[in-house]
């Protein structure tokens, strides 16, 4: 069993004396030198576990010298004040200064438990201190790394100060910008951002900064050794290059048009020989070659996406915009969707809501999006209903918000957020409907955005899918995209 040692530091004969007594009897190892710093020097190569420490040694009004103490080589040992019987003060101001306890001279009572709490408070103390030191170097050592790379990063106080920048955020933002608020600093705002301001823990946003570069920031949240809770940001370029998105579209430009012409002959055939001119056809026959005229459509539709996409993603793209009403934009595509829902026996409900302002907007553009809602919705929905809605936007009356509503597969929470990436399909839908390249949503949502506008989805797997998008209504003012 380990023996404990035990050091007096202090001259008061008689504590000492008492102190020894009553701890060498509970088998304690037991030293006594003076209370000056050659004392706390041989405590230490006595290799106390315990200083016991004479308040007398100072005068009455000195600080508790634990500095010193440690200074003197007792780095690790439980320090114990022993103060008269009397000083309560001096009891206290010793703790305040951090002493793990205290012992009341001349000692009367056992002091065998005040000296085993002390080393039990020196030890967890020390565990702290170790901890403490370990997050010290671990976000250190993160901060070296982050230091070196190439994107900025950033960590911010809960009020949203910026505590400490790496050098490329520093490149952004300029030098010395530390103590500033973040949202003034990275985006010339008097209010902090919305994502920063409601995200306790953990966010991921896109921003644009002040290099004009575009990136999608990280943040978690991170305790600093004295347990403060900061943010770290990290962020990445994902600015398009601007070669390779010239070269991309070209590319798609120039396939997608080369597709046009075989698929155009292909037409031309099919319908030399559903007219009989190649000679009379069987049943069968007809039937094969509905299925290659039913494949062609579809790849005609297919190309005409690709191009479009091609066209709006990369902003390539002018609106038409007039004074619209929502319901002159409905007529545009009404016809078709009514038809393609009762062809899948399902009812499509229309509704607008009385006295809406018109918008100002490319109307075929529009029409489009709702299309392309209100497609997936015949597309995804085997039974029930379709309903598309447009009204005000509650708590905003200057905008108009059309939202197109199903009874449908619905979409998997995991996938929702990705659905408005290019060429993104849910896994299980290319079972189920095996039509679709992905494009549509991509699409829409670039088209309201150039309106000034969002669209958003909401959705229960197995119970239906919402999909809203609001765009500002005219107000007797252009709005230029
Ligand atoms: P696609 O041409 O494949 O429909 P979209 O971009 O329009 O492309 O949609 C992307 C994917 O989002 C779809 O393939 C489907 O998995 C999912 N999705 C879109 N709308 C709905 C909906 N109303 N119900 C269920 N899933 C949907």
New binding site residues.
């Given amino acids: 069993m380990k023996v404990y040692r035990v050091a007096y530091l202090g001259n008061d004969g008689e504590a000492a004396m008492g102190l020894e007594t009553a701890l060498k009897g509970d088998g304690f190892q037991f030293m006594r030198a003076g209370g000056d710093y050659q004392g706390m020097e041989k405590a230490a190569e006595f290799n106390a576990d315990v200083i016991l420490w004479d308040k007398d040694n100072l005068p009455a009004d000195a600080a508790f010298p634990l500095e010193e103490i440690r200074d003197a080589g007792l780095t690790r040992q439980a320090v114990v004040s022993v103060v008269r019987s009397n000083d309560l003060e001096g009891a206290i101001k010793s703790l305040a200064g951090g002493a793990n306890d205290f012992i009341y001279k001349p000692v009367k009572e056992d002091p065998l438990p005040r000296v085993i709490a002390a080393l039990n408070t020196g030890q967890k103390q020390r565990r702290i201190d170790w901890c403490n030191r370990v997050i010290e170097d671990t976000n250190d050592q993160v901060k070296g790394i982050l230091a070196t790379l190439t994107d900025p990063a950033y960590i911010v106080s809960p009020e949203y100060q910026i505590l400490w920048m790496n050098r490329a955020a520093e490149e952004i933002f300029g030098e010395g910008q530390r103590g500033g608020a973040c949202h003034h600093i990275f985006y010339d705002r008097t209010e902090p951002c919305e994502v920063c301001a409601k995200s306790k823990g953990a966010a991921r946003w896109r921003a644009t900064l002040k290099n004009g570069k575009s990136y999608r920031f990280i943040s978690a949240v991170v305790r600093n050794s004295k347990g403060e809770v900061e943010k770290l940001a990290v962020g990445t370029d994902i600015t398009p290059d601007q070669e390779v998105s010239k070269i991309h579209k070209t590319f798609i430009a120039n396939v997608s048009h080369d597709l046009r012409t075989p698929l155009a002959a292909i037409d031309q055939y099919v319908n030399i020989l559903l007219e009989g001119l190649g000679g009379e056809l069987t049943e069968d026959q007809r039937d094969y070659i509905d299925v290659i005229r039913r494949s062609s459509f579809r790849l005609h539709n297919l190309i005409e996406n690709l191009i479009d996409a091609n066209k709006v993603l990369s902003g390539d793209f002018k609106l038409k915009m007039e004074v619209a009403s929502i319901q002159d934009i409905l007529d545009i595509v009404l016809g078709r969707l009514q038809s393609q829902a009762e062809d899948k026996g399902l009812t499509l409900q229309v509704q607008v809501a009385e006295g809406l302002q018109p918008v100002y907007a490319d109307k075929s553009r529009i029409a489009q999006v709702i299309a392309?809602l209100a497609g997936?919705?015949i597309?995804?929905t085997e039974q029930g209903m379709m309903q598309i809605r447009a009204g005000f936007m509650p708590r905003d009356e200057g905008r108009v918000i059309v939202s197109v509503e199903?009874t449908?597969?619905?979409?998997p929470k995991e996938?929702l957020g990705k659905?408005f990436d290019l060429f993104?399909?849910?896994e299980k839908?290319k079972v189920y409907v095996e039509e679709?390249?992905?494009?549509?949503?991509?699409i829409s949502r670039e088209i309201i955005r150039a309106h000034g506008g969002t669209l958003w989805a909401e959705?229960m797997e197995g119970m239906g899918?919402a999909?809203h998008f609001s765009i500002p209504a005219y107000k007797g003012q252009a709005v230029i995209r």
């Fill in positions: 392309n997936n919705s597309k995804f199903d449908g597969i619905g979409i996938d659905i993104y399909r849910v839908d679709g390249a992905g494009l549509g949503l991509a959705s899918s999909f």
